[in-house]
Nanobody, 115 residues
Framework: QVQLVESGGGLVQPGGSLRLSCAAS????????MGWYRQAPGRQRELVAD???????EYADSVKGRFTISVDHTKNTVYLQMNSLKAEDTAVYFC?????????WGQGTQVTVSS
């Protein structure tokens, strides 16, 4: 099993930045893929970015060039640096861990982009 705890959400103005953190309860080297998903009201949950334990990253087209996913193995933590935020980035952001056929989710953190 993997427990995931997110932090770092909040209210930010358009064009601003936020960094989300996701602390895992075990070594991220033992997790196949770590990712960030988001869900806006009335919409399906969607992939934002993910990173494999080999370091390969993947981004949704809507966030390419603005968001960066990274890992600190010493802290078993995955980060999502979000720059140039837009109103359409408003959503609950969830951390996800995929381990050999099982998915684990964090509790989610709200990100609101508004002036």
């Amino acid at each position: 099993q993997v427990q995931l705890v997110e932090s770092g959400g909040g209210l930010v103005q358009p064009g601003g930045s936020l960094r989300l953190s996701c602390a895992a309860s075990r070594s991220i080297f033992s997790i196949n893929v770590m990712g960030w998903y988001r869900q806006a009201p009335g919409r399906q949950r969607e992939l934002v970015a993910d990173i494999t334990n080999a370091g390969t990253t993947e981004y949704a087209d809507s966030v390419k060039g603005r968001f960066t996913i990274s890992v600190d193995h010493t802290k078993n933590t995955v980060y999502l640096q979000m720059n140039s935020l837009k109103a359409e980035d408003t959503a609950v952001y969830f951390c996800n861990a995929f381990v050999t056929g099982f998915r684990y989710w964090g509790q989610g953190t709200q990100v609101t982009v508004s002036s």
